[in-house]
């Protein structure tokens, strides 16, 4: 495929973020693209999830001006309060259009990777000056693997940095077919006991640690990523299974633990999306527990 073919690929993202610094080595672009097979309890990104388009309506920032009432039939205005119905919502986005406050938007576009790259070269400078680069995030952007591959194949073509973000729950040949043009994968462990996997996630893990041994056997550079939810995963004998499976991948670049935070609440009701559980977040002090926790049992510790 050439230039410009992969260029008219299209795929659904939910958000290009700039300027990120948690996403890999220095500033970076993110791309999220939509869809994911995981339901994890504790998802910060939910509306990643689903690869449907989704009206949010931030309530808090509505004037109850009616402005969106009145081209649109979802939006009701009843006793001075605004609620949308969306059984009537067509995501046409007239209401985005009027509203003075930016309370509504479309989460969720289709774009070509030529799109997304020129976006991406936006920064470039950035890059340079920082080591960063672009990385491709979610969701699980192996869902979209036609997508996911222009994508990188394009960055990389540019001289830019390439990080995949990913929970590892995708046929190997996805991430087999990425290996070229990717500097790092940030791969996720949510959970390293298979029952409780499955109960946190809703998957099974044994695909998802059998792509991460292939990918390390390939020599992929990985950074293994494990959110840590107080309650859930924060035990010692998940911390315990972290240092094994660091011992055992050596070439792995380290393991990061990312503390639990409750934004995600927010995000799922203001489109009218089902709300999780909240948990409680750690303090800076638990959290370096967890980390000194995980090096005592021999762990390969990455703290940004
Ligand atoms: S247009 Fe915006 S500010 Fe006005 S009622 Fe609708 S959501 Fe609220
Ligand atoms: S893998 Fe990520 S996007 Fe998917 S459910 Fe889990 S936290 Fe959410």
Known sequence: MNTEQLNEITGRVFNIQFFCVHDGTGIRTTVFLKGCPLRCLWCHNPEGISKDVHLSFSENKCLRCGACAAVCAAHKMTDGRHTVERSECTLKGDCVKVCPTEALSIVGRDITVGEVVGEILRDKKFYADSGGGATFSGGEPAMQPEFLFALVKATKAEGINVAVETSGCAPYRVYESLLPYVDTFLFDCKETNPELHKKFTGVDN??????????????????????????????????????????ELPNLIGVELLAYHKLAASKSGRMGLAVQDEYEPPSPEVKAEWNAKLEAYGANVFDA
């Open 206 to 247: 044994k695909l998802l640690t059998d792509n991460l041994r292939k990918l390390h056997d390939a020599g992929a550079s990985i950074l293994l990523r494990c959110p840590i939810v107080p309650g859930l995963n924060d035990r010692d004998e998940h911390f315990q299974g972290l240092a094994k499976l660091s011992k």
